[in-house]
């Protein structure tokens, strides 16, 4: 039997922790800088430990060579505090988590901010963020989000980047519409690339199209359209389409009512990406106000971060924001308010969700607490977070196993804590469940809490949590994402609301205060946040979905009777209107941009592209030491310490009808326990002692010897390897 046993590690920084009281503890703030990179893996420590070791004498051939880290460091401390004639120096900070040199701007002019943060990362991003929140469900903001991406004052095709991703090297481009801001994020590790990307969005956001020119509120938010003059008229619209989709969606709706419902009062409790039933009540005269209100540069938060020149980030972003005085009504007009916790009891909300013909009549249910109506201090938000996995964060936590096994419903709703906007909630809950034990779930979600209040956590689940969250956030690994984008995505959680954006990246101070309460007096810190956070908190809401199979033909219903009305209402010049306006926008639509209009389109040339290849270091040893074992090994400069293992075996000599047992017996690897450890016992020996450890099938078709290349095999041979990975310090 062959194994290949593949490992990388590095020569870089190391961490040790104190422990106490057998404790290897350890947190991150619950904000989004967490949750962009924390992943709630599992993991076992035994394949790091002995695959490292048993190695460890082994030297590379060859290895990449790479400055030290005090050179690196004294060359990102000269970013700090960079000047520029346009803006003002609101403070300067130093992240030493994660080597971030942050310079805050204030723009003279515009009273536009700036975070400016260097690092030695190559993959370079930008974003704007702007305050966009909703005092209604007619999905502005989300219209707004794919409006300004259709053409702007210097870009002038109808979709820009359609174009220049032609001619990009982008590592990252997208944005998102969240309950109470719009993200418009760039990266990109070629230097002239990722101007061209800050200037197509600049402009974009600045300076849209759409704003002057209604067609484009037509196409991407909503329009009637109609062909002829005896056919019904319809609504259409990208947005329109798009949320028509979202809301057929269970799962969504339940999400849906679970945070109107917890949050009755302010701007959360309306949908920022659009009711289909609301969306055609936004008038383009409504649309256009709200971009001129909340894209004003004063309400704006602009991020740099990755290893590009400081001067360069000013330089570019004062051309845009010159053209822009200060804007007093934009950004007060855009305070998020607190929802207070005004409920005196618990409510219960029952709505109906689509279900066809043949779908089983379960019920859905989630019960939701609102977390905080004050700001949280840094060691509250950490607490919470190791709450949450205590709680929810695996298989084996309390919360998630007992409803698991509670046999009342199929899967977990709900996830536990979310903390993306001003406010966390926490939200549990079954779907699968049977209208006969609906009210048990509810019931069986508070007296599992009240237990754990009473009992308190092991020793060994609250090291396994710690450890694990704590490994997570010191390794910072964003996979395919850029780290940049999980920086900016971190400061947001406590800049978009006014507060210092670098204090929601930094952990170790209230890390070590957390520590020092477990030291003292072990699981009652969480003890007490449960009391206080969920049993003693009445703003508590328990929402329930029941299937409704004539649901979706009523909502098609009302909508054919509302148009119907609508066209009954109009006259025949009004109809005609929207024929012309209909023809109108499809040959918009199908038409091709003017030579012109293309040629504004910025793009990268040959020479532009960087000549050099990337070589990575790696050994191949064969046979090692008489094992039979084939080890492959990288040796990065770049893994903060931490050592990644994969063991495969290959097991192609079992039987082909015997292949698609192997997932489920990765799954038996990882579930039911090992050796003296059960299934509890183990997740919390991988929890305490690893960052991970994983349990995979890998298989791969092959050709024959002498099979031609580029020729499709037969599809009859296969290689399949049975893969633990794992990785620790």
Request: hydrophobic fraction near 35%; include cysteine; charged fraction near 25%.
């Amino acid at each position: 039997m062959l194994f290949l046993a593949y490992l990388t590690s590095t020569t870089g920084r190391t961490s040790a922790f104190a422990v106490a009281r057998g404790v290897a503890s350890s947190s991150v703030l619950s904000t989004p800088s967490s949750a962009a990179f924390l992943n709630k893996r599992t993991a076992a420590s035994q394949l790091i430990a002995s695959t490292a070791g048993r190695f460890a004498s082994t030297t590379a051939n060859s290895c990449t060579i790479t400055r030290s880290s005090s050179v690196v460091a004294a060359d990102l401390e000269k970013n700090l505090g960079i000047t520029h004639p346009s803006f003002d120096v609101i403070s300067t900070d130093v992240v030493n988590e994660f080597g971030a040199y942050c310079t805050l701007y204030r723009h003279k002019k515009s009273g536009a901010e700036l975070l400016s943060v260097s690092t030695d990362d190559d993959n370079k991003c930008f974003g704007i963020t702007f305050r966009t929140p909703p005092s209604d469900s007619t999905g502005v903001p989300h219209i707004l989000e794919h409006s300004v991406l259709c053409g702007s004052r210097k870009y002038k095709t109808k979709d820009p980047f359609v174009q220049l991703l032609q001619g990009s090297l982008q590592t990252f481009l997208n944005a998102f519409t969240y309950p109470d801001r719009t993200c418009y994020v760039v990266a990109s590790q070629n230097t002239k690339d990722f101007y061209n990307l800050i200037n197509v969005y600049a402009d974009a956001v600045f300076h849209p199209r759409a704003t002057s020119d209604p067609m484009v509120h037509a196409q991407e938010g909503w329009h009637l359209e109609l062909e002829e003059m005896d056919q019904p008229l319809t609504y259409k619209g990208v947005v329109y389409n798009e949320m028509k989709g979202v809301y057929s969606s269970p799962d969504s709706l339940l999400q849906r009512e679970a945070q109107h419902s917890i949050f009755p009062d302010n701007t959360y409790g309306v949908d920022s990406g659009g009711d289909p039933v609301e969306i055609p009540n936004l008038s383009f005269e409504q649309f256009a106000a709200f971009h001129k209100k909340f894209y004003h540069p004063a309400n704006s938060r602009i991020f740099f971060a990755g290893d590009d020149d400081v001067a360069k980030r000013l330089e570019i972003m004062d051309e845009y924001l010159n053209d822009f005085g200060e804007s007093p009504e934009s950004k007060p007009g855009s305070v998020v308010e607190y929802q207070k916790k005004v409920y005196t009891e618990p409510k219960k909300v029952r709505k109906p969700y689509p279900a066809g013909a043949d779908q089983p009549e379960t019920h859905m249910l989630m019960v939701n607490w609102l977390v905080n109506d004050r700001e949280m201090t840094p060691v509250e938000e950490i607490t919470l977070t190791i709450l949450d996995h205590l709680l929810m964060g695996t298989s084996s936590s309390i919360l998630r196993k007992t409803m698991m096994e509670s046999g009342l419903g199929d899967a977990i709703t709900g996830g536990g804590l979310m903390t993306e906007l001003l406010q966390g909630v926490f939200m549990v809950g079954l779907k699968g469940v049977k209208p006969e034990n609906v009210d048990k779930v509810e019931e069986l979600v508070v007296e599992t809490l009240k237990k754990v209040a009473e009992e308190g956590f092991s020793d060994d689940a609250v090291a396994a949590s710690m450890n694990t969250i704590e490994f997570d956030m010191r390794e910072f690994n964003t996979g395919s994402f850029p780290k940049g984008l999980s920086l900016m995505l971190g400061s947001m959680s406590k800049w978009i609301y006014d507060k210092n954006p670098t204090d929601a990246l930094k952990f170790e101070e209230p890390l070590a205060e957390l520590k020092a309460s477990i030291a003292e007096s072990g699981s009652k810190v969480f003890q007490d946040m449960i009391r206080d956070v969920l049993l003693s908190n009445s703003h508590r809401t328990t929402v329930e979905m029941y299937p409704s199979k004539t649901l979706e033909e009523e909502e098609l219903k009302a909508e054919k009777d509302r148009l119907a009305k609508i066209k009954e209402s109009m006259s025949e010049d009004d109809l005609k209107s929207i024929i012309d306006k209909t023809a109108e926008l499809k040959k918009l639509q199908g038409s091709e941009d003017p030579p012109e209009a293309k040629a504004t389109i910025p793009s990268l040339e040959l020479e532009d592209l960087k000549r050099e290849v990337t070589e990575y270091p790696i050994e191949v040893v064969e046979n090692i030491a008489d094992s039979g074992v084939t080890y492959v090994k990288h040796e990065m400069g770049s893994t903060s310490g931490i050592a990644y293992a994969t063991l495969a075996v290959d097991v192609s000599g079992i039987p082909l009808e015997d292949v698609p047992l192997l997932p489920l017996f990765t799954r038996i690897m990882m579930e039911t326990g090992a050796g003296e450890y059960d299934s509890v016992a183990l997740s919390r020996q991988i929890g305490m002692h690893t960052g991970g450890v994983s349990a995979s099938t890998m298989i791969t078709g092959v050709n024959k010897d002498g099979a031609e290349d580029g020729v499709i095999s037969e599809g009859e041979h296969f290689v399949s390897k049975l893969t633990i990975s794992g990785k620790g310090q």
